[in-house]
């Protein structure tokens, strides 16, 4: 018990010192990320006590690794050091986080908080797609890759966080997957819009992020029969309130 306590707090810091490491020098590049990618497969596991190929093993371990796999990808756009560093901490203190909801959730349950995993699984939902959609507009202005190739990544990790946002909630429908594709469609559609936006991809992501987290906040409340005119209402605000506010912040071309 001492031991994963321990952990939790050390196995992110050695994660992020293996990070560290790797944009010191590039022949470790190639290296050190699959060896912090191991080494967080094998943390997630020492807390969670399903086995590697349980369900719950996967849907628990999924968002700290795209979390990992998204930062990684991140940092080799990143051309300033100190938002290197920066996004690392996050990082790692995101990581702790979800480490101690894990090991409260397994091991002092009377010390966690209901809904805690819930919640915070949105959390990383937001986050990851956010950077998720950063590093595919990187690669189409840097890259230049196939728009084809973009909108299957995006498809592929987008129904692992909506599959994973199902398990976690347990939202159990009849029309789940009837669900999962419609939101597909859409978020690709202005995926595709976007994406040719005369503003810098980061702005382009921020909208995309938005609208992702509107519809997804629409349709939770409806699977979970709490679909009502005042969160209709509270959602559409919010979010044509960030809108607003990147549209006015940003630079247009």
Do not use: D
Not at 23 to 44: E, H, Q, S, V
Not at 80 to 89: P, S, Y
Not at 106 to 122: D, G, I, R, T
Not at 229 to 245: A, D, E, Q, V
């Amino acid at each position: 018990m001492i031991a994963k306590r321990i952990l939790v707090f050390l196995g992110p810091l050695l994660i992020a010192l293996i990070l560290e490491l790797s944009f010191y020098n590039i022949k470790l590049l190639y290296i050190l990320p699959f060896i912090g990618l191991l080494g967080l497969l094998l943390m997630l596991k020492y807390f969670i006590k399903q086995k590697f190929r349980s369900k719950e093993y996967f849907y628990l371990s999924l968002l700290p690794v795209l979390l990992f796999i998204c930062t990684v990808s991140l940092l080799l756009f990143l051309s300033v050091v100190f938002l290197k560093h920066l996004f690392i901490i996050l990082f790692a203190l995101l990581l702790i986080l979800y480490l101690e909801n894990i090991f409260l959730f397994y091991y002092k349950p009377a010390a966690y908080q209901v809904y805690a995993l819930e919640n915070l699984s949105a959390i990383f939902n937001l986050i990851n797609f956010f950077l998720l959609a950063i590093i595919l507009n990187a690669f189409y202005t840097f890259l230049n890759l196939p728009l084809w190739l973009l909108s299957l990544i995006l498809i592929i990790v987008l129904s692992l966080l909506i599959l994973q946002s199902f398990w976690v909630n347990k939202l159990k429908h009849e029309f789940s997957y009837v669900y999962l594709i419609i939101i597909n469609i859409i978020i690709l559609e202005f995926f595709w819009s976007l994406i040719f936006l005369p503003t810098n991809f980061y702005v382009s992501s921020i909208i995309l992020t938005i609208i992702f987290y509107l519809i997804w906040g629409l349709l939770k409340a409806k699977l979970n029969e709490k679909l009502n005119r005042k969160i209709i209402w509270r959602y559409l605000i919010i979010s044509s309130i960030l809108l607003l506010i990147i549209i006015i912040t940003s630079q247009w071309a």
